[in-house]
Structures are given as C-alpha cells and as structure tokens.
C-alpha cells in the first residue's frame, strides 16, 4: 500500500467516523499519513516545534515536509520506524467518541466495551496500513522508512492524486456535455 493509498484509507475512517480529527488545532480533515494540508499547516508545526526550529521566519513546502517527517521521528534516527509511523497515524486520528445514540441504553461497561473494540478495530487497520506503507515505500527493505524514501512516495503519490482528480475533471465535464447534449435534442415522443 503506498501513501496514496494511505490518503484513501485515512479518508475513510475519518469520513465514516465523523470524528474532526487531530485536535482543535486541526481544522481540515487529514487525507493521510503525508497529507499536504497537514503537512502545509505551518501553525501546526509551529506548535509542535516550537523550541526546535524558528518559528518566526515562514517556511517553504520542503522545509515543511522535513519538518513534519522530523516532528514525527520521535527517537531522531532520521528513520521512522513503525511505531512512529502509527503514533502519527494515531495524531491524526485519535479515537473517535460516540454518538449519544450510540450510548443510550448502555451501561458504563457496555460503552467502555464498545470503546475497546473500536479502539482494537482502529489499531488492526493501523497495523495493516503500516506493514502496506513499509512493504511499498520502504526501498532498500531495511523496515524503516528514510527521509528519502518518504520523500519520493509523497511526491509519487501527489502525482497520482492529482492524475485521478484531473481524470475525475474530465469525466465529470464529460458526462456534463452528454447530458446538455441529450437535453438540447428534441424530445421524441415517437407519433
């Protein structure tokens, strides 16, 4: 599974979830472990480095994507390894609460039983997209991923995304021509 794929999943729990994510300090829905609008916050980096850069002086996108990285490599070997990996995963979304409908009815035991699976469903997918994300990103297989390393899958990755979203462009304009091209012909009623 590449980052892209990362961005999908991550998507996708969060939308199914309806959980904003990430804190207050979060006010876009993070697409993924290297989301651009997580990455691009540079309020967010600031607040999590502050001490550790300057955070006066903007930053350019690259100084950001390094930074991010950094901000989530919490041993500083310059690697992330799994667990760093899920504890950014983690960061972005954190388990989400429930409904008042979902709780009604329910003991205290049963809601904390509930929360436990959900808790356990979260981390099973959490394992499986890390594994996915060092068996694709990970390039010469030492079960770390390199600043390099996930460097070139995001811009691999961006690339992808912003082919699919131009393809989804031109569907989109395409199917609108079909359907002003149908509306335009005269309705035929067969007499």
Do not use: C, W
Not at 71 to 99: C, Q, R, V, W, Y
Not at 136 to 152: A, H, I, M, R, T
Not at 181 to 189: E, H
Request: proline fraction near 5%; glycine fraction near 6%.
């Amino acid at each position: 599974m590449t980052i892209l794929r990362v961005f999908v999943v991550l998507n996708v729990v969060v939308l199914t979830s309806g959980h904003a994510g990430h804190g207050s300090h979060q006010t876009q829905q993070p697409q993924s472990f290297g989301d651009p609008n997580v990455i691009g916050d540079q309020e967010h980096l600031k607040q999590h480095m502050k001490g550790q850069i300057n955070t006066e002086k903007p930053m350019t996108p690259a100084e950001m994507e390094f930074h991010y990285f950094r901000l989530h490599d919490t041993n500083n070997d310059t690697l992330l390894d799994g667990l760093e990996i899920l504890k950014a995963l983690s960061h972005m979304i954190p388990p989400m609460d429930f409904a008042p409908h979902e709780m009604n009815g329910k003991t205290a035991v049963e809601i904390e039983g509930m929360k436990n699976q959900r808790i356990r469903e979260m981390m099973g997918n959490y394992v499986q997209i890390i594994d996915n994300v060092l068996l694709s990103d990970d390039q010469n297989k030492d079960g770390y991923l390199s600043y390099p390393e996930y460097s070139v899958a995001r811009r691999r990755d961006a690339q992808r995304m912003k082919e699919m979203h131009e393809k989804m462009l031109r569907d989109a304009n395409l199917a609108k021509e079909e359907m002003l091209s149908k509306q335009q012909q005269p309705y035929n009623t067969g007499l």
